[in-house]
């Protein structure tokens, strides 16, 4: 197991050194820099020039990337080529209500999904299955925006029970006004849960139906105990690969909800600096959101070794 | 007269669609005895054991008596409520194929010592289930240290995964065992190390239930023979008077001259002996590996097949037949050397194209994941003449339907989804699937092995069939007397390598390497087993 970690982590490592030049190499390639942005029609292109020598955007390429990287190990994400703050206070306060959004999702989403597939995998074709199918089979296919905007036609402009926007709050606001969270977490929550339902769904029946759960309750093992120590470990392993899937998608996937709900999260962030060409907060929020993208992704493939070690057999 | 541990009375089952499975069986079991129930695949055999259990398959409807110890099992109306409780602790049921009944994401340690405290008459505490789990490993043959019980399933081999499934089976500390088919899919090396373990187990004192189509292993272990047929007790008394005589022993070794030349320094199946024509199927000296290179399961082995020949290949569990065999399948990729068909190379299964896939078809033992739970055999035998001969899918359901009569799987089971199907009559379905593409090269990894006499030879005859129509064969077996019908001419491999090679007849009359010896020995000996059992004490081959 300890090797077959260290292996795995040795490998993100080297995963996020190719990323970080890619990442690089991606925005620089993207038309235009920070120095055009900033100046209009009526600004000569000998000041554009002093400014791109000023920012350092005259640099070949190489060079300028190493210096970023060099950076980056130090702590420093750079400044901000439109706002002049620094690009770490930028991603700290978009990453931090992304963060909790997510964070509360899959809080809420594992659980759930874990004691429904779990029972609807113990009674496929059962009434409950069915319902519970068909339930997530329609919120699954509903698109998010759709169901923002229906839930907050309801809940927040017809009943008035919950805010229908962050307009005005902060991060810190959040904590002590958790009605905000509720509409966006439910959002969010309808995909995640559908999809982790039926993947832990399908893998509790794949159990259930194995040579292995036939002879332990042939060997006298009770159905409870059945459940928990023979079949969930194997259940649980396609639902956690899915679970690492859901929350690449929730870091960086949730525009349509922050957008909705005036979310001042890390895909709003990204989008205003990639508009304006603010190639250092652009490359430290994909920087950052590949690395936790690439971190669920080891910790749900050491998860899933530990639950089934055969997974590495198999690859 | 002692009432017996286990007593079925006029036992039935009746399948789903109304067929009778089971007619009116009657059983003894007594502690320390080994009762045999032998009988064609498709017997009922399977059936009534699992009804000591108070277990039916989907649909199926037992009535009768059973009652095991003090507990009645199944009634008059079917199972009765109080038949879990005889689960494990006073019945335990050993499958046919072990590996599927491990606990993949289990360390086999935390299952047995789960087992033991299960079952253990007044608790004990952990220490005393521990104890007992180490006295099941050590029982079943494996040494009960603490990195073996940290291990898990697929860190054992094939033989060894058996073990484990027995010692799981003793941890429950059962007053009586159900074993079915042991051995199955064994090398007659391990098979005969195999029942002088489970005649131990028998001395022991809990009585066993054996179903085995293995006449040898019936022999060697039984005190009682029940035979069965269609679902109805045919014979029973003790083996010697129920089974009929065990074939002479055949393995007269000629000495003296060979026929086709003398001893070669690097055996190589070069099909010197038919010079006539250009191989069909030819490996040149291939190489193949599971996770690194280097560490090879196949060394060096080349052969030819021709057009209407059949090719053996023998040897010990793990000596790279069946990798040998999933190589000229395409389905193990990490490989070296030249694979070629017609002259042509020969492409991993993913890139091969449907005529190629058609030419070379592959069966293997174990078939059961191959076939799609929810769609009828029938339909998926058929599927094979759809996808590579372009028939219509009605053509395709004639002909499917005509070869699995032939092979003794009658249209009403076929039409069936598989669970309904014995094994014996899955791994008929599974070659018939083969046999449907009309291949050029058709390899056989074990087919027969879980099939009785008779129905082994159906399947021979078609074989034979088959290389009447040009059909080459490479025929894997532990089988060496089918293979002296079957092969013309015979690989041994060992230890991944090619030990031996040349006409059949001539390699298992004089045979030139170590490894073939042994295969020989370990046939003379099974066959002699039948008389008393001998108590020889032999190393116990891990896998």
């Known amino acids: 197991m300890a090797r077959h970690a260290l292996r795995r982590v040795l490998l993100a490592i080297a995963q996020l050194t190719l990323?970080?030049?890619?990442?690089?190499?991606?925005?620089?390639?993207?038309?235009?820099?920070?120095?055009?942005?900033?100046?209009?029609?009526?600004?000569?292109?000998?000041?554009?020039?002093?400014?791109?020598?000023?920012?350092?955007?005259?640099?070949?390429?190489?060079?300028?990337?190493?210096?970023?990287?060099?950076?980056?190990?130090?702590?420093?994400?750079?400044?901000?080529?439109?706002?002049?703050?620094?690009?770490?206070?930028?991603?700290?306060?978009?990453?931090?209500?992304?963060?909790?959004?997510?964070?509360?999702?899959?809080?809420?989403a594992v659980p759930v999904a874990l004691v429904l597939g779990l029972v609807t995998g113990c009674r496929a074709g059962g009434r409950l299955d069915r319902t519970v199918t068909a339930v997530t089979l329609a919120l699954g296919s509903v698109p998010d925006f759709v169901l923002s905007l229906a839930l907050v036609a309801v809940f927040a402009l017809k009943l008035g029970w919950l805010p229908s926007t962050w307009i005005g709050a902060t991060t810190g606001d959040l904590l002590t006004r958790p009605g905000l969270l509720v509409l966006p977490v439910a959002v969010l929550l309808a995909r995640t849960v559908s999809q982790l339902i039926r993947q832990?769904?399908?893998?509790?029946?794949?159990?259930?139906?194995?040579?292995?759960?036939?002879?332990?309750?042939?060997l006298g093992v009770p159905r409870t105990r059945l459940l928990l120590r023979h079949v969930l470990p194997n259940a649980a392993v396609p639902g956690?690969?899915?679970?690492?899937?859901?929350?690449?998608?929730?870091?960086?996937?949730?525009?349509?909800?922050?957008?909705?709900?005036?979310?001042?999260?890390?895909?709003?962030?990204?989008?205003?600096?990639?508009?304006?060409?603010?190639?250092?907060?652009?490359?430290?929020?994909t920087l950052l959101l590949a690395a936790a993208a690439l971190f669920l992704n080891v910790a749900a493939d050491l998860v899933s070794h530990r639950l089934s070690p055969r997974v590495e057999v198999l690859r | 007269m002692t009432r017996p541990l286990i007593e079925v009375?006029?036992?039935?089952?009746?399948?789903?669609?109304?067929?009778?499975?089971?007619?009116?069986?009657?059983?003894?079991?007594?502690?320390?005895?080994?009762?045999?129930?032998?009988?064609?695949?498709?017997?009922?055999?399977?059936?009534?054991?699992?009804?000591?259990?108070?277990?039916?398959?989907?649909?199926v409807r037992l009535s009768g008596h059973v009652r095991v110890g003090e507990t009645e099992v199944v009634g008059a109306h079917g199972i009765t409520a109080h038949a879990a409780g005889v689960r494990g602790g006073t019945v335990a049921y050993l499958p046919q194929h072990p590996g599927n009944a491990l606990n993949p994401a289990r360390?086999?340690?935390?299952?047995?010592?789960?087992?033991?405290?299960?079952?253990?008459?007044s608790g004990g505490g952990r220490n005393a289930s521990r104890a007992l789990s180490r006295a099941a490993l050590e029982q079943a043959q494996l040494p009960p240290e603490r990195p073996v019980l940290r291990r898990f399933p697929h860190q054992f081999s094939g033989g060894q995964q058996q073990r484990v499934a027995l010692a799981e089976v003793l941890a429950c500390g059962p007053r009586a065992l159900v074993l079915d088919e042991p051995g199955t899919g064994l090398d007659t090396v391990t098979r005969a190390a195999l029942t002088r373990e489970l005649a131990r187990l028998a001395r022991s004192g809990p009585a066993i239930l054996l179903l085995s189509h293995d006449h040898a292993m019936v022999r060697a272990l039984a005190d009682d023979t029940v035979v069965l047929e269609a679902g109805r007790v045919t014979a029973r008394g003790t083996p010697e008077a129920v089974l009929p005589a065990a074939p002479a022993p055949v393995t007269v070794r000629e000495s003296g001259e060979d026929p086709d030349g003398g001893a070669k320094e690097h055996p190589e199946?070069?099909?010197?002996?038919?010079?006539?024509?250009?191989?069909?199927?030819?490996?040149?000296?291939?190489?193949?590996?599971?996770?690194?290179?280097?560490?090879?399961?196949?060394?060096?082995?080349?052969?030819?097949?021709?057009?209407?020949?059949?090719?053996?290949?023998?040897?010990?569990?793990?000596?790279?037949?069946?990798?040998?065999?999933?190589?000229?399948?395409?389905?193990?990729?990490?490989?070296?050397g030249d694979l070629l068909l017609d002259g042509a190379p020969l492409p991993a299964l993913v890139h091969r194209d449907r005529e190629q896939k058609r030419r070379v078809q592959y069966v293997w033992q174990d078939v059961h994941d191959s076939f799609d739970p929810r769609r009828t055999v029938i339909d998926q035998v058929a599927r094979t003449a759809v996808r590579l001969r372009g028939r219509t899918v009605d053509q395709a359901r004639e002909e499917a339907g005509a070869l699995l009569c032939e092979f003794g799987v009658p249209p009403r089971t076929a039409a069936r989804p598989p669970g309904a199907l014995s094994g014996g009559e899955l791994q008929r379905a599974a070659f018939a699937r083969a046999a449907l593409a009309r291949p050029d090269v058709l390899v056989c990894d074990e087919i027969t092995s879980a099939l009785d006499a008779e129905t082994a030879e159906r399947v021979?005859?078609?074989?034979?069939?088959?290389?009447?129509?040009?059909?080459?064969?490479?025929?894997?077996?532990?089988?060496?007397?089918?293979?002296?019908?079957?092969?013309?001419?015979?690989?041994?491999?060992?230890?991944?390598?090619?030990?031996?090679?040349?006409?059949?007849?001539?390699?298992?009359?004089?045979?030139?390497?170590?490894?073939?010896?042994?295969?020989?020995?370990?046939?003379e000996r099974g066959q002699r087993r039948r008389t008393a059992l001998p108590a020889e004490a032999g190393p116990h081959p891990m896998g």
Not at chain 1, 80 to 103: C, E, F, N
Not at chain 2, 476 to 488: E, F, G, N, W
């Open chain 1, 240 to 285: 956690v690969q899915q679970l690492a899937r859901t929350g690449d998608a929730l870091l960086g996937g949730v525009l349509v909800v922050e957008a909705v709900f005036a979310v001042p999260g890390a895909a709003t962030a990204l989008i205003e600096a990639v508009r304006s060409r603010d190639v250092p907060t652009v490359q430290a929020l």
């Open chain 2, 9 to 59: 009375r006029r036992l039935t089952a009746h399948a789903a669609d109304g067929t009778a499975l089971v007619r009116g069986v009657d059983l003894r079991m007594e502690a320390g005895r080994v009762t045999a129930l032998v009988g064609p695949s498709g017997s009922g055999k399977t059936t009534t054991a699992l009804a000591l259990l108070g277990e039916a398959g989907a649909g």
């Open chain 2, 269 to 336: 199946d070069s099909g010197e002996e038919r010079p006539d024509g250009t191989p069909l199927l030819q490996a040149r000296s291939l190489f193949a590996w599971h996770r690194r290179r280097g560490h090879n399961v196949l060394h060096d082995v080349s052969l030819r097949l021709r057009a209407g020949e059949c090719v053996g290949v023998a040897g010990p569990s793990g000596s790279g037949k069946t990798t040998l065999a999933r190589c000229l399948a395409g389905l193990h990729e990490r490989l070296g």
């Open chain 2, 107 to 121: 360390r086999i340690g935390a299952v047995l010592t789960e087992l033991a405290a299960l079952h253990a008459p």
């Open chain 2, 460 to 523: 021979l005859t078609h074989v034979e069939h088959l290389r009447t129509t040009r059909t080459a064969v490479l025929w894997i077996s532990h089988d060496l007397r089918l293979m002296r019908r079957v092969a013309d001419r015979l690989l041994v491999l060992d230890g991944g390598g090619l030990a031996e090679a040349g006409a059949c007849a001539r390699v298992l009359a004089r045979p030139r390497s170590e490894a073939t010896r042994r295969l020989l020995d370990a046939e």
């Open chain 1, 200 to 218: 832990f769904r399908a893998g509790t029946l794949g159990a259930l139906n194995s040579g292995y759960a036939q002879q332990a309750r042939r």
């Open chain 1, 19 to 108: 990323l970080s030049v890619l990442v690089f190499l991606l925005t620089s390639l993207l038309p235009g820099d920070a120095a055009d942005v900033l100046f209009n029609d009526k600004t000569g292109t000998e000041q554009i020039a002093r400014l791109r020598h000023e920012m350092g955007l005259d640099q070949p390429p190489a060079q300028r990337f190493l210096d970023w990287a060099k950076d980056l190990l130090t702590g420093d994400a750079g400044t901000s080529l439109t706002g002049g703050q620094p690009v770490s206070g930028i991603v700290a306060h978009s990453v931090g209500a992304t963060a909790l959004l997510a964070g509360v999702t899959a809080v809420i």
